[in-house]
């Protein structure tokens, strides 16, 4: 980009010294010089490797209507404007749009360059196309690696929380039951000193079996909290398993602090829902959107994928209703306008015990 600069500055600066330039084409290209490299370099730094967005097309077409300007009202510039415009047309989209685009930047080329009087090649769409292509290529690289580092990194996180989920069952079952026999030999041995031993030996018999109580009742809160998921944590996993499968994602979680059991059954909520998009859906993007309500909480995944036979339900997600039905709650599948199906649940801010 900065020999590019050199070389259109250099030759624009002799256009306007020594030619007859009018002034509106000089406005025109000093407008195409500055634009063109801010919105090629926030495009690279800012953009690139990231899921499709509008901004995306934006600055490409920014970028876009800057060379066909510099070619246009001065073809001094040479035709060398284009091929960045190829280069960032690969790569602002996934292969298939970024294919199109290369295309169609090609076609532009071929009829724009004679006609701000260049002369035509056939070198110029070939280089355009190659320099399209090789963006493309690189692209799809980039993607893939990008995204199996995140599915590796979710898979990983998956991993250790079954880890966990391990350990805190072995936790109760062997410490639990452990503790579970302290307490009743403990409540013997009181039974057994009662009216005998004085009263220190008794207060002390008393105080290993509260203790031993209180130790059995934290290693159960312990071994809930690690069995049971939190909704920040499936969230976080669900958006980069739907990222890492090609599926945009955006998350909108709930400022507010939510009840524990609350949490919980949003958590199973958002693990369903985003098994279901990726083993059903074909989408491209998904929203995962938690609302808080005076008297309820919702949470709602949508997607932009075929709905499955007018919204038909699932083992997963007859289960997951059952689950939601018992804390007082309810599930809603329905369809999406113009594609799409929108899971909502919701679930009273007080769940029964």
């Given at each position: 980009?900065?020999?590019?600069?050199?070389?259109?500055?250099?030759?624009?600066?002799?256009?306007?010294?020594?030619?007859?330039?009018?002034?509106?084409?000089?406005?025109?290209?000093?407008?195409?010089?500055?634009?063109?490299?801010?919105?090629?370099?926030?495009?690279?730094?800012?953009?690139?490797?990231?899921?499709?967005?509008?901004?995306?097309?934006?600055?490409?077409?920014?970028?876009?209507?800057?060379?066909?300007?510099?070619?246009?009202?001065?073809?001094?510039?040479?035709?060398?404007?284009?091929?960045?415009?190829?280069?960032?047309?690969?790569?602002?989209?996934?292969?298939?749009?970024?294919?199109?685009?290369?295309?169609?930047?090609?076609?532009?080329?071929?009829?724009?360059?004679?006609?701000?009087?260049?002369?035509?090649?056939?070198?110029?769409?070939?280089?355009?196309?190659?320099?399209?292509?090789?963006?493309?290529?690189?692209?799809?690289y980039v993607s893939a690696h990008m995204e199996l580092q995140t599915a590796r990194d979710a898979l990983r996180r998956l991993a250790g929380a079954e880890a966990r989920a391990d350990l805190a069952r072995d936790l109760h079952d062997r410490v639990g039951q452990?503790?579970?026999?302290?307490?009743?030999?403990?409540?013997?041995?009181?039974?057994?000193?009662?009216?005998?031993?004085?009263?220190?030996?008794?207060?002390?018999?008393?105080?290993?079996?509260?203790?031993?109580?209180?130790?059995?009742?934290?290693?159960?809160?312990?071994?809930?909290?690690?069995?049971?998921?939190?909704?920040?944590?499936?969230?976080?996993?669900?958006?980069?398993?739907?990222?890492?499968?090609?599926?945009?994602?955006?998350?909108?979680?709930?400022?507010?602090?939510?009840?524990?059991?609350?949490?919980?059954?949003?958590?199973?909520?958002?693990?369903?829902?985003?098994?279901?998009?990726?083993?059903?859906?074909?989408?491209?993007?998904?929203?995962?959107?938690?609302?808080?309500?005076?008297?309820?909480?919702?949470?709602?995944?949508?997607?932009?994928?075929?709905?499955?036979?007018?919204?038909?339900?699932?083992?997963?997600?007859?289960?997951?209703?059952?689950?939601?039905?018992?804390?007082?709650?309810?599930?809603?599948?329905?369809?999406?306008?113009?594609?799409?199906?929108?899971?909502?649940?919701?679930?009273?801010?007080?769940?029964?015990?």
């Amino acid at each position: 980009m900065a020999a590019f600069l050199t070389v259109v500055v250099g030759r624009e600066g002799r256009s306007i010294l020594f030619g007859d330039v009018t002034g509106f084409a000089i406005a025109v290209v000093i407008a195409a010089l500055v634009v063109m490299p801010a919105a090629w370099l926030f495009f690279w730094f800012r953009l690139a490797g990231g899921p499709d967005r509008l901004g995306n097309g934006l600055t490409f077409l920014v970028v876009l209507g800057a060379c066909l300007a510099l070619i246009v009202a001065s073809p001094l510039s040479g035709v060398y404007p284009m091929y960045y415009a190829a280069v960032m047309a690969g790569a602002v989209f996934r292969w298939r749009i970024g294919v199109a685009l290369v295309v169609a930047v090609a076609a532009i080329t071929t009829f724009a360059w004679p006609a701000a009087g260049g002369a035509w090649s056939l070198q110029v769409p070939v280089i355009v196309t190659l320099l399209g292509g090789s963006s493309v290529i690189v692209r799809r690289y980039v993607s893939a690696h990008m995204e199996l580092q995140t599915a590796r990194d979710a898979l990983r996180r998956l991993a250790g929380a079954e880890a966990r989920a391990d350990l805190a069952r072995d936790l109760h079952d062997r410490v639990g039951q452990q503790l579970s026999a302290v307490i009743l030999q403990g409540e013997l041995l009181r039974m057994e000193i009662s009216g005998t031993a004085d009263a220190t030996v008794q207060e002390c018999a008393a105080t290993v079996v509260a203790t031993a109580r209180d130790a059995l009742q934290a290693m159960r809160e312990v071994v809930a909290g690690e069995r049971e998921p939190r909704l920040a944590t499936e969230s976080d996993v669900a958006r980069q398993l739907l990222e890492a499968s090609g599926i945009g994602c955006s998350v909108e979680l709930s400022k507010d602090d939510l009840p524990l059991a609350v949490d919980r059954i949003l958590a199973w909520v958002v693990r369903e829902g985003t098994s279901n998009v990726l083993r059903h859906s074909g989408a491209s993007r998904c929203s995962i959107a938690v609302h808080l309500e005076p008297t309820f909480v919702a949470v709602d995944l949508t997607d932009d994928g075929c709905a499955r036979n007018g919204a038909t339900r699932g083992n997963g997600l007859h289960g997951l209703e059952e689950r939601l039905r018992e804390a007082g709650g309810t599930l809603e599948v329905t369809t999406v306008d113009p594609h799409g199906l929108r899971l909502r649940a919701t679930v009273p801010t007080q769940v029964p015990a």
